[in-house]
């Protein structure tokens, strides 16, 4: 009987300490807590180290610029190798009914007074869809540029197929290239879409003077101010 008892009561304490080794006899952490450690969790490759790859929509200083053959206002289809005298091409796509490129129409025509004499003719491209815009129907550009004289070429990008291959999402937006068609400047007119008198920073127009010198733009590239692109549904 005695060593019945003996034997319950050694189970009994057995039972008791592995239920204490169960609750509090795992792995200890750094920090000295009963807490069983975790294994720490592996970083998702991607959010190890994410780099910005380099954009493939549209063109970089330094690319060369597709050429194009594209209908003028005057009915007569214009590219950039038909003009064979030009040293350069300031490529501008804007339109007839935006602000922006309302406020720069007489800039325009002065850029290409200015420039066009030396090698560096505007060639201006309407890039929207005439369905979304009615203002910027051909027929709309046709009057447009009689009554605004327009001495350069005023093209109507029939299918939108020009502008994607450049990238641009604004009128107006400025693509300067150097007689190679090589992108030399992205971006804004100058720095004052309201005021001509109160601009800054004229980075077309220094832009264009630093090419024609042998220079490098700078900047090269500044943020296209303007209204997005209108696009067929």
Do not use: W
């Amino acid at each position: 009987m005695m060593r019945t008892l003996k034997l319950i009561t050694l189970m009994v304490v057995l039972l008791l300490s592995l239920t204490q080794c169960t609750k509090g006899g795992g792995k200890k952490n750094s920090d000295g807590s009963g807490a069983v450690a975790q294994p720490p969790s592996e970083v998702p490759a991607e959010k190890k180290e994410r780099k910005a790859p380099k954009s493939s929509a549209g063109l970089q200083v330094g690319d060369m610029a597709p050429d194009f053959a594209l209908m003028n206002v005057d009915g007569e289809t214009v590219s950039l190798s038909g003009m064979t005298d030009a040293q350069g091409y300031i490529v501008i796509f804007t339109c007839n009914h935006c602000p922006y490129s309302v406020a720069y129409e007489d800039r325009i025509i002065e850029l290409h007074n200015t420039y066009a004499p030396q090698g560096f003719p505007v060639v201006a491209i309407n890039p929207n869809d005439p369905d979304k815009v009615p203002e910027d129907s051909f027929e709309a550009m046709q009057v447009r540029a009689s009554e605004k004289g327009f001495p350069f070429p005023y093209l109507f990008d029939d299918g939108q197929k020009v502008f994607p291959q450049y990238g641009a999402t604004r009128t107006p937006h400025v693509f300067l290239l150097d007689k190679d068609l090589t992108v030399r400047y992205i971006g804004a007119i100058d720095d004052n879409h309201t005021d001509a008198t109160a601009v800054q920073n004229a980075y077309l127009a220094n832009a264009i003077q630093a090419v024609i010198n042998g220079q490098a733009a700078d900047p090269d590239f500044t943020k296209a101010v303007g209204c997005s692109i209108k696009v067929k549904a």
